[in-house]
């Protein structure tokens, strides 16, 4: 993510599954040089609900272009497609591709050019518990490149549930002894007797 901080959602017990609490979006960028074709997974208390991609994603868009880093060919497990609602992962198929030949990439990959960014929304979804007890869940989000390499970017999730804590206790066993006015002293109206 662009932010160099783990992605973590704090959320309470009490608070509705589908309250924004439990949804982020996290914006990854590309600081290469070259484009980068890709599939994501989540895995854990984590669901993958949207990868929306700042480039076209139409090969057409990018005709003439040439020099994809990736050479080989890898096949990615699992399927989906770039809208939200989608299940824990954006990606289908084979990537296959060559220095020489136009870009193209198989259908549910994300095709991302050098500077560009793909905003990704994640939702924590911690499951029910029978303590009370505050707890942490971590999971991953798992970039998987068409060159075959994988990326892994930790998520954490914290569970809060509510609680009162008595910080001080007094009791009150008459009541307190109201000011008497001695000749004088000031009185109320201010003028000393």
């Excluded at 911690?126 to 505050?134: A, S």
Aim: net charge negative.
């Amino acid at each position: 993510p662009d932010s160099r901080a783990e992605p973590s959602w704090v959320c309470t017990s009490t608070t509705p599954l589908a309250a924004p609490a439990y949804k982020h979006t996290l914006t990854l960028t590309n600081l290469q040089g070259c484009p980068l074709i890709f599939t994501m997974d989540t895995s854990g208390p984590f669901k993958l609900l949207s990868a929306v991609p700042s480039a076209p994603q139409d090969p057409v868009a990018y005709r003439g272009t040439t020099g994809l880093a990736a050479t080989t060919t890898t096949a990615f497990p699992n399927t989906g497609a770039l809208a939200p609602g989608d299940e824990a992962s954006v990606g289908a198929g084979t990537a296959t591709s060559a220095a020489s030949a136009p870009v193209s990439w198989p259908e549910g990959h994300i095709y991302l050019p050098p500077k560009e960014s793909v905003d990704v929304t994640i939702q924590f979804k911690p499951p029910k518990v029978e303590h009370r007890d505050d707890y942490d869940l971590a999971g991953e989000l798992v970039v998987s490149y068409a060159n075959g390499d994988v990326q892994v970017l930790p998520l954490s999730g914290h569970v809060m549930h509510p609680a009162l804590e008595v910080r001080h206790a007094q009791q009150l066993l008459q009541r307190p002894p109201s000011p008497e006015l001695c000749p004088g002293s000031p009185s109320a109206s201010g003028s000393v007797a």
